[in-house]
């Protein structure tokens, strides 16, 4: 077989590269980047081979792709302008039971919503994302025209919730549903090994473990361990679910996972936020973040959604140190990973008062090698030969990441995804220059705003108050009639 051409970006001003021997990034100054096909072959200085195509790395950043834990990008981009700053005060400030069921997209909007937050993603640095959604036909075709390299995860659940009052939360179960969701679930995971793209892969994910019985879950993970794929669910995410899970087994929801052999390596807990110590509860008698750390099971970290309502991981820097593998995720819009890392480290500081709960390092580290090991994948997040060529290039004389000492501090907490010029999946170039070329942007806006149109029409025909959508999340100033 002929080998295929090599790729050459020559003297970099800056590339953050792997080093195996010290199992860590390192900065690297004037050094080369060259792959061939999917994979890299060099990352370092004086690259000797013979180029197909040399690209001129000055005034460039060469960086590992982000790879991103925890997304719903085919309903979270239509709650823009709707739920920034809505929750519900007697239900733990979540938005989760009482608003989002509300202002859901139809079904026929998940294709436009998807490719709206592929779009930020891909603009941020994001190569490979975990997709957490309903299954739907045409899933993983749609993922892959875009070029990004994707987990699909589909949700399935045996209860679903809902308020009548705005104070308390009902669960409607179906056991059944439960498991047509988990035989559906394996269908579309099994179609993603198989796709000809080569980028897709799958993960087991029971919705909530507030909406699944433990059989379920149980059933969930031996399926996920057959194919030698994680599991991720959502536990220890609100003060409704913990209070419930207590109510119902008399054990906070990490005791109560680790109680029924679910809690380990093969689970990813989606936020693991509300640990019996959080300072938002009072559960003394318990040690989840100690049974959580002996487990090694992992979390899935994402910040902004849970800002928004006043609500921290307490904290990253100390779930790291304690050696619970972390990942960072864009739960919510926008899609902006480089947002999310920033608000990682920030928030970190101030729920511990302390400037060092979070270093820069953890999180990109979370935000690369973490994000790999969770998913498998130990040929992602890192910039070394024989990685896969996913990785970005972040203009470094761009005016916002100027001057600039440390590159990354720069990117992180200053320019942001303004300063990400190209990226690569697979070797192949999927943003140019600022532009996605895979994604018609404005058609699939069009769409989407046409889908809360119609969504946010609606709302009082589901709300348990009959309330209008300007009822429930008025503008930040009225509309002038005039």
């Known amino acids: 077989m002929s080998t295929p051409p090599i790729t050459l970006i020559r003297n970099l001003d800056w590339l953050v590269a792997w080093d195996v021997a010290a199992s860590a990034h390192v900065y690297m100054r004037g050094a080369d980047l060259a792959f061939a096909g999917d994979s890299i072959v060099h990352a370092g200085p004086g690259f000797t081979g013979v180029a197909t195509t040399t690209i001129d790395g000055a005034g460039l950043m060469a960086s590992p792709g982000f790879v991103n834990v925890h997304a719903h990008p085919s309903s979270e981009p239509g709650n823009k302008g709707v739920l920034e700053e809505l929750g519900s005060p007697a239900l733990g400030q979540s938005s989760l039971y009482e608003y989002m069921p509300i202002f859901r997209l139809e079904p026929e909007a998940a294709e436009a919503a998807t490719q709206v937050a592929i779009w930020e993603l891909l603009k941020s640095g994001v190569t490979t994302f975990c997709d957490l959604s309903g299954a739907r036909d045409g899933w993983a075709d749609q993922i892959a025209a875009t070029g990004i390299r994707a987990v699909l995860c589909p949700m399935f659940r045996a209860a679903g919730w809902s308020t009548s009052n705005?104070?308390?939360?009902?669960?409607?179960?179906?056991?059944?549903?439960?498991?047509?969701?988990?035989?559906?679930?394996?269908?579309?995971?099994?179609?993603?090994?198989?796709?000809?793209?080569?980028?897709?892969?799958?993960?087991?994910?029971?919705?909530?473990?507030?909406?699944?019985?433990?059989?379920?879950l149980r059933e969930s993970l031996a399926e996920a361990r057959k194919r030698g794929i994680p599991t991720q669910l959502h536990a220890a995410q609100s003060i409704v679910e913990f209070n419930?899970?207590?109510?119902?087994?008399?054990?906070?929801?990490?005791?109560?996972?680790?109680?029924?052999?679910?809690?380990?390596?093969?689970?990813?807990?989606?936020?693991?936020?509300?640990?019996?110590?959080?300072?938002?509860?009072?559960?003394?008698?318990?040690?989840?973040?100690?049974?959580?750390?002996?487990?090694?099971?992992?979390?899935?970290?994402?910040?902004?959604?849970?800002?928004?309502?006043?609500?921290?991981?307490?904290?990253?820097?100390?779930?790291?140190?304690?050696?619970?593998?972390?990942?960072?995720?864009?739960?919510?819009?926008?899609?902006?990973?480089?947002?999310?890392?920033?608000?990682?480290?920030?928030?970190?500081?101030?729920?511990?008062?302390?400037?060092?709960?979070?270093?820069?390092?953890?999180?990109?580290?979370?935000?690369?090698?973490?994000?790999?090991?969770?998913?498998?994948?130990?040929?992602?997040?890192?910039?070394?030969?024989?990685?896969k060529a996913d990785f970005f290039l972040a203009e470094t004389g761009h005016p916002a990441m100027r001057p600039l000492r440390d590159p990354l501090r720069s990117l992180i907490y200053s320019a942001g995804d303004r300063a990400v010029r190209d990226v690569y999946v697979a070797g192949v170039q999927v943003v140019r220059d600022g532009t996605v070329p895979g994604i018609d942007i404005e058609a699939a806006h069009a769409r989407l705003q046409a889908a809360q149109d119609r969504s946010l029409g609606s709302t009082a025909t589901r709300d348990w108050a009959r309330r209008d959508v300007d009822t429930m999340s008025p503008r930040v100033y009225r509309l002038s009639e005039r």
């Open 244 to 387: 419930e899970i207590t109510r119902r087994h008399g054990k906070t929801p990490i005791e109560w996972l680790d109680a029924n052999e679910l809690l380990g390596p093969d689970m990813i807990v989606g936020h693991g936020i509300f640990l019996n110590d959080h300072p938002q509860l009072h559960w003394p008698h318990a040690d989840d973040f100690g049974r959580l750390a002996r487990s090694g099971a992992q979390v899935a970290h994402c910040p902004t959604v849970f800002a928004r309502r006043g609500i921290a991981l307490n904290t990253l820097g100390r779930y790291v140190e304690a050696g619970i593998v972390c990942g960072i995720g864009t739960d919510t819009f926008p899609h902006n990973y480089l947002d999310e890392l920033r608000l990682a480290a920030y928030a970190a500081r101030i729920v511990s008062g302390n400037f060092r709960a979070a270093r820069t390092d953890q999180v990109f580290d979370a935000a690369t090698i973490g994000g790999a090991r969770m998913i498998r994948r130990p040929d992602l997040g890192r910039l070394a030969a024989g990685a």
């Open 166 to 216: 705005g104070h308390s939360v009902e669960y409607n179960w179906d056991e059944a549903a439960g498991e047509r969701g988990l035989a559906q679930a394996l269908e579309v995971i099994d179609a993603a090994a198989r796709h000809p793209s080569g980028r897709l892969g799958g993960m087991m994910g029971p919705s909530q473990i507030d909406t699944c019985g433990a059989g379920l």
